[in-house]
Every structure is written in structure tokens, then in C-alpha cells.
């Protein structure tokens, strides 16, 4: 079982549509849990981080956490053509104390 | 002006040479790493530094060695380059540790190996 595990996609939205990413993890002591957008040929920017069960909101991002069910989500509302990119979900194993990323989910919103 | 900055972007070099890839931040960071970037996106840690001592030592291949002259700095050395080295690397830096803390990314160095 890989640690960080994300669907490679491609997700295909249209435009204005909700894109939901998904991202398991196996280290049930994770604390800290980030979400990564990376560009074509870009380096990977951060978009928001989750400490806590629930739901984290930031503009039209949503990050949610389920510890119990190690899963976290990001949910970009009214999607838009400039949000097509990778999303990175990268998570802090504290038994290692890295960030381990997983490898990425291709969006696509369509016009 | 720039917060991580990497040099040089691109590097295109012949199995079995040395070559080295250097990283600044201006950001005040005391933390700088080296990530791995495959063809198939995967990002994987390589090393990391606190304060220009060596925290994290994945296992790479002893080819690697990395060095921090100041808590600014972070430089790679690749010694007898293979084809499978060829891949994006990343240089990034944090306040603090990897557990709470935004990283920093530089803009990348794509290592092609001929």
C-alpha cells in the first residue's frame, strides 16, 4: 500500500462545475495534510493545508479531513480553465517526519 | 524578487559526468530540502537541512551528496550521472519542519542524461 495514494485522473469538469480531488493515506498518526497545485512545467505552489477533522475553507477551495478514515478531500467550487493543473495531496508521516506526496491529479476544466 | 531560486533550469549532460545544481532562498528559511521530480510526476524527498545540518538522508544512491554552507544555500552534486537520474529536481525551503509548515518551491532544474 502505497502512503500517499491520489487517482491519476485525468478529472474532466466543465466550466463553473465543482472539482472534487480525493487522497488516501496509511499513516493513521498523520497530522498535517497539504494540497499542492502544480502547472505544466511549474513548480508545485501550495493552495491550503488541514490540521483538524472537517472542513477548512479558503475562497473556492474546501479541504476536508477524516482521520478516521484517513481520506482528504479538496473541493474547488465554480471551477474555472485556469484552475487545470496537477493537485499534489502530500501528507506529514510523523513516524518519518516527511511530507510524502502523492503523485498527483490531473483536472481539467473544460470551457 | 525571487524566494527560491535554482541554477541552472535546465542541464543536459552525458552519462558518467559530475555536474551540480545550486539553490538560495532569501526567505529567512531554516529548513531547505531536494525533491525529486520523475516522468510520471511522482515527488520524492531526497535530503534535507536545518540550519546546515543534514535531518532527512533518503535513500539515494551515494552518486548524491548535497552540501549547506549557510542556512541559504543548499547545492547538489551528481557524480558518474546515469540515464535514470534524468528527472526534474526541486529545491524548497520552510520556517521550521516539514510537520506545520508551507514549503517553498523553487522553480526546478530538469536533469537530462544522454
Known amino acids: 500500500q502505497k502512503e500517499v495514494e491520489q487517482n491519476s485522473g485525468p478529472l474532466s469538469v466543465p466550466e463553473g462545475a465543482i472539482a472534487s480531488l480525493n487522497c488516501t493515506y496509511s499513516d493513521r498518526g498523520s497530522q498535517s495534510f497539504f494540497w499542492y497545485r502544480q502547472y505544466s512545467g511549474k513548480s508545485p505552489e501550495l493552495i491550503m493545508f488541514i490540521y483538524s477533522n472537517g472542513d477548512k475553507e479558503d475562497g473556492r477551495f474546501t479541504a476536508q479531513l477524516n482521520k478516521a478514515s484517513q481520506y482528504v478531500s479538496l473541493l474547488i467550487r465554480d471551477s474555472q480553465p485556469s484552475d487545470s493543473a496537477t493537485y499534489l495531496c502530500a501528507v506529514h508521516l510523523r513516524a518519518t517526519n516527511k511530507l510524502i506526496f502523492g503523485t498527483g491529479t490531473l483536472l481539467a476544466v473544460q470551457p | 524578487d525571487t524566494a527560491v531560486s535554482q541554477t541552472p533550469k535546465y542541464l543536459v549532460t552525458q552519462m558518467g559526468n559530475d555536474k551540480s545544481i545550486k539553490c538560495e532562498q532569501n526567505?529567512?528559511?531554516?529548513?531547505m530540502y531536494w525533491y525529486k521530480q520523475d516522468s510520471k510526476k511522482f515527488l520524492k524527498i531526497m535530503f534535507s537541512?536545518?540550519?546546515?545540518?543534514?535531518?532527512i538522508n533518503e535513500t539515494v544512491p551515494n552518486r548524491f551528496s548535497p552540501k549547506s554552507p549557510d542556512k541559504a544555500h543548499l547545492n547538489l552534486h551528481i557524480n558518474s550521472l546515469e540515464l535514470g537520474d534524468s528527472a526534474v529536481y526541486f529545491c524548497?525551503?520552510?520556517?521550521?519542519?516539514?510537520?506545520?509548515?508551507?514549503?517553498?518551491f523553487g522553480p526546478g532544474t530538469r536533469l537530462t542524461v544522454l
Open positions: 524548497a525551503s520552510s520556517n521550521g519542519g516539514v510537520s506545520y509548515n508551507e514549503q517553498f
Open positions: 537541512y536545518n540550519n546546515k545540518e543534514l535531518i
Open positions: 526567505l529567512g528559511h531554516d529548513t
